[in-house]
């Protein structure tokens, strides 16, 4: 537990400090002239500090994972959550650039950042040592459930909340005075064509979105479910075989 300590206490600390200073900036600044609080040096000010701030929280984050998790993850979790992750970048930057569809785009985005924020914080895990996968025993077919279910548990979570934030909504795309020009029947088929056109063509994405995170948690809760290894572990966190006598 001492381990965690440093980080917790020392980014943490900084980064809780910067917040803080970010939220009473502005009332620090009531005495000052009005041309000077309107500067852009002091808008940047608290801007910069929350951005550190974030900074610091996501390297306290990667160094905690990387003290918990250093060596121990299974071969066939790091190298398959690693590839997921690079198909995210790659799926999210071809979502950007795409002249087809305005949906790949309106998520691409998000995916292009989450996935390149998550391998940056994967690939500071060191990968196991090839004597500690030779000891990992084979998946079970428990372990495909367990982790198929906690993948579709994820995608339905994924896919349900872009639903709730992005379904179809007066306006529905138009402007509010075009559409409040319109009589009963011309909304109901401007409704009608949206909910249509966001089952057939956003939902599917939506789905194909969500599948990323989805197959993370696959690989995740397969080993979770698997349980503690027999082996006993060293304090460096590598695993030697358990001594049968003196």
């Known amino acids: 537990m001492n381990k965690y300590i440093g980080p917790i206490k020392w980014l943490g600390g900084i980064a809780v400090f910067l917040f803080a200073f970010a939220l009473i900036f502005d009332p620090l600044t009531q005495g000052l002239s009005e041309d000077t609080r309107k500067s852009v040096l002091l ?7 929350a951005f550190v701030g974030i900074l ?35 799926v999210g930057v071809v979502c ?23 391998f940056i914080l994967w690939s500071h895990i060191m990968p196991p040592r090839a004597d500690f996968d030779a000891q990992v025993p084979a998946l079970t077919s428990l372990q495909h459930i367990a982790g198929a279910i906690a993948g579709v548990i994820v995608i339905v979570f994924v896919v349900t909340s872009f639903i709730n934030l992005n379904g179809p909504k007066p306006p529905y795309g138009l402007r509010e005075r075009v559409y409040n020009s319109y009589d009963d029947t011309r909304k ?15 939902i ?15 690989f995740v809760a ?4 698997g349980g503690r290894r027999s082996q006993v572990e060293d ?12």
């Open 43 to 49: 808008h940047a000010v608290p801007f910069f500090a």
């Open 56 to 90: 610091l929280l996501f390297i306290m984050v990667i160094t905690l994972v990387a003290k918990r998790f250093n060596g121990k993850i299974p071969g066939r979790t790091y190298q398959g959550v690693e590839y997921t992750m690079i198909a995210g970048i790659l």
């Open 96 to 118: 950007l650039f795409q002249p087809w569809s305005f949906v790949p785009y309106r998520y691409g985005f998000l995916l292009l950042l989450g996935s390149t924020l998550s």
């Open 188 to 202: 109901a088929q401007v409704a009608a064509d949206a909910n249509q056109e966001f089952q057939s063509v956003e």
């Open 204 to 218: 599917p994405f939506l789905i194909f979105f969500g599948a990323f995170p989805g197959v993370v948690a696959y």
């Open 222 to 225: 397969r080993e979770v479910v």
């Open 235 to 246: 304090r460096m966190g590598q695993p030697v075989a358990a001594s049968s006598g003196t």
